[in-house]
């Protein structure tokens, strides 16, 4: 299900709109699951930010709580600054490999205006004024233009949530598809990648001796009922091309052992 992503200056709301989207969301009978980085950090709240380390640290937490509850069936949301563009870009890739809907919930506030909401927080609760302004400054604002912070909802302090624009987004919308960097490659059997090197081999040895004995035309493959057929002489470092290349794309897609032979002379048929 839809990941959502808070984001904003520190004490600018965010907490606020979840208890708002959390409402929103009881209504479609959805599991929800809020991650905030209020719960990892504790008292420890401004140890956390006071050096990159230490916020490196609290990334990948956050990171590792989004990658163990977001699933197919549940909606979860992480309650954190979110404030580096990359870092949200990573969050972005989880949800694509998990194949579900994303969106970012900006908080949009001044800073002056947050400093005020910070100073008459709990003294446990606050920032301290050095790291407040660290992260102010260091602040990078959601773009709707890139892929990883659309769509992109912005909710200024007396504003009602988009409910039907949210629910849109998260429910109905399509999912980016996953592409290569976030697909996990299938496991192969050791057996099998012996076999696919063995027979794409001597297929690549029966052309080669085939063309020495002047078959120049068609080149029968022993162990399947199809023949090589080539316009012209071709040289070992081509045919070596080939099967390097039809090696990479059947390890990423594998077949039974029983096909690689036909399936290599049909793609040699089609590439030579």
Request: net charge neutral; proline share 5%.
């Amino acid at each position: 299900m839809p990941l959502i992503l808070m984001c904003g200056l520190p004490s600018s709301g965010k907490s606020t709109r979840v208890a708002e989207i959390v409402e929103l969301l009881s209504s479609t009978g959805k599991d929800v699951h809020i991650i905030t980085e209020n719960f990892i950090t504790s008292e420890a709240k401004n140890g956390c930010f006071v050096s990159s380390l230490s916020e490196k640290e609290l990334r990948s937490t956050l990171k590792s709580e989004v990658e163990r509850y977001l699933t197919p069936d549940r909606i979860v949301i992480l309650d954190a600054l979110n404030y580096i563009k990359g870092y949200r870009y990573e969050l972005y890739c989880i949800s694509k490999h998990i194949k579900t809907t994303h969106c970012v919930v900006l908080c949009e506030i001044g800073a002056d205006v947050a400093k005020k909401w910070n100073s008459g927080r709990a003294a446990d609760q606050k920032y301290n004024e050095e790291v407040f302004d660290a992260l102010v400054m260091r602040f990078e604002a959601p773009d709707s233009r890139n892929r990883w912070d659309y769509p992109l909802f912005t909710a200024h302090p007396g504003d009602e949530l988009p409910a039907a624009d949210l629910l849109e987004a998260l429910l109905n919308r399509k999912p980016p598809p996953p592409n290569q960097s976030t697909q996990t490659k299938p496991l192969t059997s050791a057996n099998f990648l012996h076999e696919l090197d063995r027979r794409t081999q001597e297929i690549v040895t029966s052309i080669l001796r085939g063309q020495e004995q002047g078959m120049v035309t068609s080149v029968p493959i022993t162990g399947t009922s199809e023949s090589v057929h080539l316009t012209r002489s071709v040289t070992m470092a081509e045919l070596r091309r080939a099967r390097r290349q039809f090696i990479s794309y059947t390890t990423l897609h594998p077949v039974e052992s029983h096909m690689i032979s036909s399936l290599f002379v049909q793609y040699l048929n089609t590439v030579m």
